[in-house]
């Protein structure tokens, strides 16, 4: 590993440069394949470890250079392109992903499909060498700034729910796409729903076999799991979002190294152990010994989340595994979230019934409570609602765990062999 941070060192000094524009350093970290290094070499990685790659990104911000691009693009559809995809596809996808050319969004939950996803309804029915799309996606974050989407849909209802989809690629600027922001409780609209009428796409942008989308699905939700989960170490994400819509590409790229940006995911939110037990030192709260006892437990989960990830690596150098590891990292997360929010509240008090919508709101809240971190206090309080929902929540992890991992016998059911057609379903 010491190779690698020398030679990145070394890449960094003769190449960073803030006057690049982000594209253009975008482009060289990319194509130098420092964006996303645990790729395969022939999809623009280096084939390193989780660890290793979390080392390279935080060695790029010590440096004080912009961070590879973020988002569901380098997080979601890199790897499982790079995993299902032929190499025309990583060339024409990954290519443009590592370099932050193009955003993405996961076009996956439906209103009637989320625990449940195999039973979406959203279909693609083959046109010549085109498929044209009709359906209703909901929860799509990230939607209204990507210029393509992952897209699972219906390719053949007379087979079993699990048999009959497929995986695309789609544009996201096309007249069949209605993309219509959700706001949320926090006051932001990271998510959208998503109308699909006769959308199109080709079929050089399926990604795996016709009929084998649930394989490559599951590919995504596990690489989902594993970038959510508690343990890995995070480096900064980068301030400036890819793709076309943003408007960022074009920019300075040095304009965004101070801004760290404060996105979706809960990116936003690491680091926080740190930031409450100073908090509670300069509140006093310290001194109340149930506070004390709740931020050694949350400084205990980060710890076993951290000795966790270094168990797998070593493991994984002997060709062994941890099952379940992405489902585990993925609960203990959304447990130090619940914390967190229950600490911070209980830290700063009354003052957390207090919320500011708006950056006006936010200086005016400040003021009148004194104290400049309760907003950061109540957007986590409001925010902790999420991670134990997205990428599959707590409940259905355990299902997997139970199921996959533990060899429990499966939920009782009649829907893994009946053709979807034939399937009982919602409105
Ligand atoms: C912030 C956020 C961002 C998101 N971003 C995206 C995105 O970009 N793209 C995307 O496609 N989706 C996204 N989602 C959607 C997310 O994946 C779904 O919300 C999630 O899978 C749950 O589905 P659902 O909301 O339909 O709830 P449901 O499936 O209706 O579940 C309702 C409740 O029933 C429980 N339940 C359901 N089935 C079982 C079972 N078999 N056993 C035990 N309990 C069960 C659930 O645990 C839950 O408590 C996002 C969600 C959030 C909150």
Known sequence: ???????LQAWLDENWDPDLTVAEWWEQLGLAGWSAPSLPENAYGRGLPRNDAVRVAETIGEHGALPAPGGLGLLLAAPTIATHGTQEQIDRYV???????????QLF????????LAGLQSRAVQDGDEWIVNGQKVWTSGGHYADLGMLIARTNSDAPKHQG??????????????????????GRALFNEVF???????TDALIGDKNNGWAVANTTLAFERAGLGSGGGHAATSAALPGTVAGHLDKRAGDFVQNRRSGGGGAQFRGAGKMLRELAKSTGAIDDPTV????????????I?????????????????????????KLSMSDMMRLQRDLGLRIIGAGGMLHAYDSAGKARLDEATGQ???????????????????????QVQRNIIGERVLGLPKDPGFDRATPFSELPKNA
């Open 196 to 202: 699909m009428t006769d959308a199109r796409t080709t």
């Open 95 to 105: 290519r443009k992903i590592v370099t932050g050319q193009e955003a993405w969004c």
């Open 305 to 329: 989340g951290r000795m966790q990830t270094l168990r797998l690596k070593a493991l994984k150098a002997k060709g062994e595994d941890i099952p379940g590891f992405g489902n585990i990292g």
């Open 292 to 303: 004390r006892q709740d931020l050694m437990r949350l400084h205990t989960l980060q710890e």
């Open 109 to 116: 939950s439906e209103p009637v499909a989320g625990s449940d």
């Open 372 to 394: 400049p971190f309760n907003g950061f206090i109540t957007e986590l309080a409001l925010f902790a609602q999420a991670p134990p929902i997205y990428g599959g929540t707590d």
């Open 165 to 186: 989809i497929s995986y695309f690629a789609i544009d996201m600027h096309q007249p069949g796409m209605d993309i219509r922001p959700l706001k949320e409780m926090t």
């Open 1 to 7: 590993m010491a190779d690698v941070i020398d030679e």
